[in-house]
């Protein structure tokens, strides 16, 4: 059978790939929509699906502004082990290709201009370049690659008669911005498992990996979580003459980031893995006008990527790492303010500020108590325009949760400054394999098969990682404790079912080990982009296919 499968493979993946990366298809723009309308007709030509008109189809995705849809094709063989094939078909822009845009998504023309520029990329690249041995150009490698060794597979899987198991392939939008397509694919595995009894086995994506050494290939059996803490700080304002009659948002938030960034105590680590520590990624005062005054308000979010937490395990550790920071600005004011009062002859007392951090959701409490349905009424209109402006990439996410907090503050009376923390969307669970008890010894076994096969067939080294760091929609191939986790959602994430909708259960009842078998690539969202010709025509589908047949049990 492998040799009806992959039989002149790079021709049937080469005749795919460069159409599939010609349709330019930038993140969380309508350009999304026709790569779908190039898979419906990828998929439409196949005789399989000529014949089964309902094994394939747009699965669109619920209250999307931009009418995105995933796109899904079947392949119904014997019996209910599924493979599921994942893809993500959007790719990052092309802000940096500078003079060289209108070649971007045709990479026989980009290699052709990049030549005469070789000098001025890294050496790395231009060695790349001159050897012939890569493909250069957006999302060649990030990753429409992976996704058309997938295509081809599906397409030649259709031909095998009494064709054992099922394969589904799912092509999404969005995985470069929110992940919409993937949440939504969610509920359409739901769906499909229980409309043709599927029984779903493994989650394969092919994104490419990034190599520590050149000779040695990379295997991923999860993937990093991501979750992202807002913090929002309101002082007390006064006269910038008149310091220590105000306090200074500003100088609280920036404790709580020197506390936070890089800080090792929130990140993971397992058998020489270790997630890459937090940072922050946006931070603004509030305030709209240059004045004397110090701002009333300030800002920002971080993120966090894990191997092994929770949402509310987070949230209990920046509530305490807050209060940590807020104590410490109190005492250096108050040192500050005894040398002040000391030089000008003045007494010295202490100054009455006393720390305190609230939940969004407290905080959202403590207006209601105030004001009852008052409150409620103008916070929803709030939300809503909110929610609007967001959709319409007027604001961003974390612009929209600030502004939310702001709206809350006019119905709150006590107006001692204070911290409000809480989580702004997406969030990406951390999955991996080592938290499935009870694979069955092929799925327990898979990577270390998927090497053997590599040394064999190519000679090639590949070692597994528990963890795919570079973020992906694997995240949502598994959950434990759905309950327990939207529960803290709903307590601290603010958008959370208004804007930003996550089937946890679903996730949950369909969980299924996973594992990424992508190809080597290179800078990926730079201007050298590129991806290895040898695993993307020869290689990585065998390995893939590989992958598969051991699943189903070829
Ligand atoms: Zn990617």
Known sequence: MEDIVLEDISQEI?????????????TFTKHENDVSKFLM?????IDYFKENPHHYGLFPIEDDALKRSVSWALIKGEGEDTVVLIHHNDT??????????SYAYEPKKLEKELINYRENLSRKAEEDLLSGNYIFGRGTADMKAGGSIQLALLKRYSTVENFKGNVLVLSVPDEENLSAGMRSAVLLLDKL?????????????????QRVQKDVGILSEGSVGKIMPFVYVRGLLSHAGKVFEGLNPVNILSEIVRKTELNVELLDFIDGEASPPPTWLYLRDRKEHYDVSMPLSVGGCFSILTFNKEPNEIMKKVKEISLDAFNNVIEGMNESFRFYQDKRNKKYKFLPWKSKVVTFNELHEEAYENYGVDFLKEYKKVLN????????NEISMIEGNLDLVDTIFEYIKDLSPRVVIGLVPPYYPNVSNIYFDGLDDELKNISRDIMRCAKKEFNQEYVREYFYTGISDLSYS?????KVIEKSLLNSMA???ELYTL?????????????????WGKDFHKLTERVLKEDLFVRTPKLLNYTISRVLGW
Not at 193 to 209: A, G
Not at 385 to 392: A, E, G, L, V, Y
Not at 478 to 482: E, L, Y
């Open 503 to 519: 089937p946890l259960e679903e996730v949950e009842n369909n969980s299924m080990p996973c594992i990424n078998v992508g190809p």
């Open 478 to 482: 598994s959950i434990k404790n759905s």
């Open 92 to 101: 990052v822009g092309i802000e940096d290709f500078k003079g060289f845009k």
């Open 41 to 45: 007709n990828f998929f439409g030509d």
């Open 193 to 209: 498992r229980k409309d043709y009894n599927l029984d779903y086995k493994l989650m394969i994506n092919s994104e490419p990996h």
């Open 14 to 26: 080469e005749d795919i790939f460069y159409p599939y990366v010609k349709i330019r298809s930038d």
């Open 385 to 392: 325009k909110i929610i609007n402006q967001i959709k319409t």
């Open 495 to 497: 958008l959370f079912n």
